[in-house]
């Protein structure tokens, strides 16, 4: 029987952790993915800075652009075009959510606990921001898998580097990827298109 560790600190909706017993009779705890993958972007979730459940149910029906952000990158003036298009189309039911991320030159120093304050005084963001996360290797949000395994990257579908963009139409399921140099300004086409579908 393999366990399953609901209780762990560590566990995200869509993971579990499992017990694996090695050729050499040794024990491993490692995640693994539990979500369906054939569910939409809205059944997924994550934690805003201090903790709490974010969960993408309340998006539903809207226009989400996501993006893993990084305050100490040199794309991070970008904080400023993503605020611009929040403010923009926020009353047209668009939704930017910024995921930072330090798996990148270690270029989000920022803890948990200040993220939302520095984002808005060193760049305006009044957009959500989430808790800071991973989106390569074993420990990807399922966010980023979800994202990942639904839009196609450069060469493989792994993030090159920090505000990577996927925009994710109202219904959940189609999504466009941008990569880390694409400015906000260059998908207000597509914001548009996708607010009116």
């Known amino acids: 029987m393999v366990p399953d560790y609901p209780q762990s600190p560590f566990r995200s909706k869509g ?20 979500f369906n993958m054939s569910e939409t972007f809205f059944g997924l979730s994550a934690q805003t800075p201090g903790g709490q459940p974010l ?3 309340s998006y539903r029906g809207k226009v989400v ?4 952000t990084a305050t ?5 003036p970008q904080f400023e075009g993503l605020e611009k298009l929040h403010q923009k189309f926020k009353e047209r ?3 930017v959510v910024g ?6 030159a270690h270029q ?15 760049f305006g963001v009044t957009f959500p921001l989430t808790a800071k996360i991973e989106v390569n290797g074993p420990g990807t949000h399922p966010v980023f898998h979800y994202l990942k395994a639904h ?44 607010l009116k579908s």
């Not at 995921?99 to 990148?104: A, L, S, T």
């Open 15 to 34: 993971m579990r952790a499992l017990l694996q017993i090695d050729d050499f009779n040794c024990t491993q705890l490692y995640w693994t993915e539990e």
């Open 55 to 57: 969960p993408f149910e």
């Open 65 to 68: 652009l996501v993006v893993n």
């Open 72 to 76: 100490q990158c040199g794309l991070a």
């Open 93 to 95: 039911e668009l939704v």
């Open 99 to 104: 995921f930072p991320c330090d798996q990148f």
């Open 108 to 122: 989000e120093p920022v803890e948990n606990a200040d993220m939302e304050d520095v984002c808005k005084a060193n």
């Open 151 to 194: 839009s196609k990257g450069f060469l493989n579908e792994d993030i090159k580097w920090n505000f990577t963009k996927f925009l994710v139409a109202r219904d959940g399921a189609t999504i466009q990827r941008y990569s880390p140099t694409t400015e906000p300004a260059q998908i207000e086409g597509d914001i548009e298109t996708f």
